[in-house]
């Protein structure tokens, strides 16, 4: 599992799949949780992506 933060209050549904620079899928979102104006996502990692990999990287969502 991996927690990422929102940068704005507006976040993605569950479900949503979440993509690093390259486009490559990441994993889904499968929680939103924390505080209202900059939200937590948890996101469930694919098999071939290992989470410390992902510290300090920008994530996007589509």
Do not use: K
């Not at 993509?19 to 694919?46: K, N």
């Amino acid at each position: 599992m991996a927690v990422v933060q929102c940068p704005e209050e507006t976040h993605p549904d569950i479900g949503t799949m979440v993509i690093d620079e390259s486009l490559d899928t990441v994993g889904r979102v499968v929680d939103v949780f924390g505080p209202v104006e900059r939200p937590y996502l948890a996101v469930s990692p694919v098999d071939s992506v290992h989470p410390p990999a992902l510290v300090g990287q920008p994530l996007y969502y589509r």
